[in-house]
């Protein structure tokens, strides 16, 4: 039984539905992933700005109560903090916008717009942040906040230095108006910080995960575009494979079911197909002859119909006789043709054959009943001419044999007449018996016992042929419909003619059982010189005789009687070996109907 293969359905708007949904959350994630970006650019930038502002007061802090400080050294303390790869400038300014220091130097003095003071009060601890752009237009993420060198907390309160005016002990500062940067000087305005982070590698990694997420973007469009067209063509493919499953089901079960032998060829002459008709006629099995050569497995007569090398033309219906590999001549009904694909070319050959075996043996028994018919009705009348004048002729020839009792060689003569006219009238007898209908009264009979008895009636001419006789009864066989008189006069005429045919002596054997149809099975086989093959087809014909003395009516008769009894027997010889005849009877109470 074959297993059919379920195929799962996708519709293809279910894959036009998934590449959007993928496409969107694509879209969400790369949204989400900006922000999460932005953030953590600013959170690192500004903590790291933040660092910085509080390194450098500290540094100035540092240096102006110990050492002094005054502008110049703030000035190369900004330079030398700036001197790093993402910072692109560190200034100092005061609240109106003037720079006090710069990292660029040349930038001391002047002014930038700065407008923060309203929206950031003094009071304000915590550095923000914005993002701007350098004078040459490069991005910069800017951190800002107040500078206080001079101590958290402290305000504008005067400082004194342990270490002097110059940094030496006792130094006490003021608020004298001196630089920017110490107590007293333009430093009494509140100054701000502003350090500018190079962005541009964080705007590059952005746009990198943009190009990255259109790159994927594009990739799920053009696999969703792809798969609605898979789909399209799946369904199309699904639909035409199902309508090639249905045909190809109804070929095979057409091809299987075929009464008549079909095998194909490819192109090269290999065998690609036999059904099961083929196999049952050629007496091959599918798995021999798949793959190989006709040529190497079909008789010559028969695989040149499908031969590549010279495609045969259209055949219908030629009658051959082939021998295949049991070296049975098998008479087929042959047809055959070449496969030409829609260019013309030939893809294969077609053979389809039937066994006219049992359609010979059928035209051979009619024609046979045509002529026992006819020889019957003639012989009817014959006999029937020929009975009375035999009569007289034996009456006197008797009478000139008694008559001549002292002429030894008259009498001699006189017996020669009367014994060729009683040979004479046996024959006629045999041909009435032959002509007129049979009457057969069938009953449930035991076979075994039908066999014994005619066993007995023939053993004293076997003895006296040196014949051995033997039996071989199954047990527990079903009753046969026959009538057993009739049927052992068939037994005899068969048991005769093996006996006549053996004249060195040699075994009979009888064989009872039930054949693979179910029928009851006799078997009379003889170890004699057998028939030739030429002979088998005729020996059930009347007065066809291998014998010089015989009549040629015995087989005839027992053909008639099987027949009678609705039964058939075939015979099967081997010249050397001997003969067997095979009778089948049918079980009592599955007789066909005589009307059938």
Known sequence: MKTKTITPYVSPWMIVGAAAILLAVLVAMAVNNYNREKRYMAQILLEKGSALIKSFEAGTRTGMRAMGWGERQVQQLIEEMADQADVLYITVTDTTGRILAHSNPDRIGGRIENQLEADFPASSREEKWRLTHTEAGTPAFEVYGFFNPYGRGSGRMHQTNPMGPMGGPGMRTDRRGGQWCTPGGSG?????????????????????????????SSVVVVLGFAGFTTMLVASRYRTTRRRLQDTSAIADEVVSGLPAGLIVTDSLGNIILANPAAESITGLTSEEIRGRPAGEVLPRNLSKLVDPESPGARIMEKELECSFSDSRQVPLSVSSAGIINEEGVFIGGLIIFRDLTEIKALRQEMQRKEKLAAIGGLAAGIAHEIRNPLSSVKGMATYFKNRF????????????????????????????????????????????????????????????????????????????????????????????????????????????????????????????????????????????????????????????????????????????????????????????????
Do not use: W
């Open 405 to 596: 009792t002292d002429d030894p060689e008259a009498s001699q003569a006189a017996q020669v007449m009367v014994q060729e006219t009683e040979r004479l009238n046996r024959v006629i007898n045999e041909l009435l018996e032959f002509a007129r209908p049979s009457q057969i009264n069938a009953r449930p009979s035991d076979i075994n016992s039908v066999i014994d008895h005619s066993i007995k009636l023939i053993r004293q001419d076997a003895e006296a042929q040196g014949v051995e006789l033997n039996t071989n009864k199954a047990e527990d066989l079903p009753a046969a419909h026959i009538d057993p008189d009739r049927f052992v006069q068939c037994l005899l005429n068969l048991y005769l003619n093996s006996i006549q045919a053996m004249e060195g002596g040699g075994r009979i054997t009888a064989e009872t059982g039930l054949s693979a149809e179910g029928a009851v099975m006799v078997q009379i086989a003889d170890t004699g010189p057998g028939m030739a093959r030429e002979d088998l087809s005729r020996i059930f014909d009347p007065y066809f005789t291998t014998k010089s003395t015989g009549t040629g009516l015995g087989l005839a008769i027992v053909h008639k009687i099987i027949e009678d009894h609705g039964g058939r027997i075939t015979v099967n010889s081997t010249p050397g070996r001997g003969t067997v005849f095979s009778i089948y009877l049918a079980v009592s109470g599955q007789q066909p109907d005589k009307e059938e």
């Open 188 to 216: 009494e305005n509140q100054q701000m910080i502003f350090i500018g982070f190079d962005r541009t590698p964080f705007i590059e990694a952005r746009q990198q995960d943009f190009r990255n997420t259109a790159v994927i």
